[in-house]
């Protein structure tokens, strides 16, 4: 927590990271704070003023702008609080990013490039074509010996002027910098020029576990990896998951692969043989149509379990122009396909009004127009439709 004074409140917006509609509320600035925002590669904090949530801190030149939804008064002593969990977090991948890019450059010369610190996941962009999976190994060893060596970490601040400067690791200067510049230092490992929240010791980030490689830009590799808490709820996550596929499959984790590869072989062995009965019932339909002394012109079919392919060999089998086919399958009152055959005249007419009745979408050529609906229960609509044309006929 940390006691400070508003300074500045302004009418604002603020759009959501996942789209949608702007939140209105107003930018606070406040004389100091203890909220970090956003930059480096690194989310913003939250937090409350007083009782009001802060849902975003941005930077604006030197000072910190905090996103609310309630105007606060300027002049107004107000107690600041901070989502610690979060902020801990952020620490945690943070230091563990300049501990794992440090290693990568001192190991192979892999330099760092980029890097997000994601919700689920971080991910260093290094630059190189590729990496092996030997040299992750060995990377993932060496920076968890030096959290085993409890190195500490230091935060420093230098004149721009300063001759130092020049050895510190650095990516550049933001455009609208004012002020010191900041250096974290693990000691006898890196010098880095950050902005951001850091542990003060390597032991706080736990562990790490790199947990793979990505193709990256042009000649550049994307390496994942968690820290500290990340990697515990990962391992929840994974024995979770473990155990209800346990329970699942009725064997132990070292069988799980083998047991899915069999399952998968079983489905793909159902799924053909399902295919083969569909194409013979789908003649066996057909058949029992054209055995009939007296032909319906207009011929209707449902079914729930069926595709297009299914639809198609009804309509090859029939294969008559005199009569106009109208199939669908899927569920009876959602989505489904449906297909429209007949003489050409007569598809081209009904076909673009049939998909309209089903909310659908379609294509249509030579005697046929095919599609998906979104309303298969408007079937008796569009049946009603053809029954009218074909009266009229």
């Known amino acids: 927590q940390f006691a400070t004074t508003v300074v500045s409140c302004r009418a604002a917006e603020l759009r959501p990271d996942g789209g949608g509609e702007a939140v209105r509320g107003f930018q606070v600035v406040l004389e100091d704070t203890i909220l970090f925002p956003e930059g480096g590669g690194q989310p913003d904090d939250r937090g409350f003023i007083g009782t009001v949530p802060v849902l975003r801190v941005t930077r ?16 107004t002593a107000v107690l600041l609080s901070l989502d610690w969990d979060r902020r801990f977090d952020h620490m945690q991948q943070h230091s563990g990013q300049h501990l794992v890019t440090a290693m990568a450059e001192l190991m192979f010369g892999f330099k760092t490039t980029s890097w997000e610190l994601g919700r ?4 260093i962009e290094l630059d190189t074509p590729s990496m092996t999976t030997e040299q992750m190994e060995a990377l993932e060893q060496s920076v968890n010996e030096k959290i085993r060596e409890r190195v500490p970490v230091t935060v420093r601040e230098l004149s ?7 050895t510190v690791r650095s990516r550049g200067l933001p455009g609208d910098h004012t002020g010191p510049i900041r250096v974290v230092d693990i000691k006898g490992i890196d010098s880095n020029m950050c902005c951001g929240t850091h542990v003060s010791n390597l032991s706080d980030l736990q562990v790490i576990k790199l947990l793979c490689t990505e193709k990256g830009k042009k000649n550049k590799t994307n390496l994942v990896f968690l820290a500290g808490n990340r990697v515990l709820k990962s391992v929840e ?3 979770r998951t473990e155990k209800a596929l346990t329970s699942l499959l009725k064997n132990g984790p070292d069988e799980h692969v083998e047991a899915v590869k069999r399952l998968q072989s079983s489905v793909k062995l159902l799924q053909k043989n399902n295919l083969n009965l569909l194409r013979d019932i789908a003649v066996l339909i057909a058949r029992d149509f054209k055995s009939k002394p007296v032909q319906n012109p207009l011929f209707v079919l449902h079914r729930k379990e069926g595709d297009s392919e299914f639809m198609n060999i009804i309509a090859n089998e029939i294969g008559t122009e005199k009569t106009l086919l109208f199939l669908t399958v899927g569920d009876e009152k959602e989505a489904g396909l449906f297909l429209l055959a007949g003489s050409v005249e007569a598809v081209e007419n009904l076909g673009p009004r049939v998909a309209e009745l089903l909310e659908g979408k379609g294509a249509g050529k030579r005697g046929r127009y095919q599609g998906k609906a979104t309303k298969m229960s408007r079937r008796g609509e569009v049946q009603a439709l053809l029954q009218d044309f074909i009266s009229h006929q």
Request: hydrophobic residues 30%; glycine residues 6%; proline residues 10%.
């Open 60 to 75: 604006r030149g030197p000072e910190a702008v905090h996103f609310v939804e309630t105007a606060l008064e300027p002049g």
């Open 120 to 123: 689920q996941h971080s991910v």
């Open 160 to 166: 721009v002027d300063d001759p130092e400067v020049e």
């Open 237 to 239: 996550q994974s024995h």
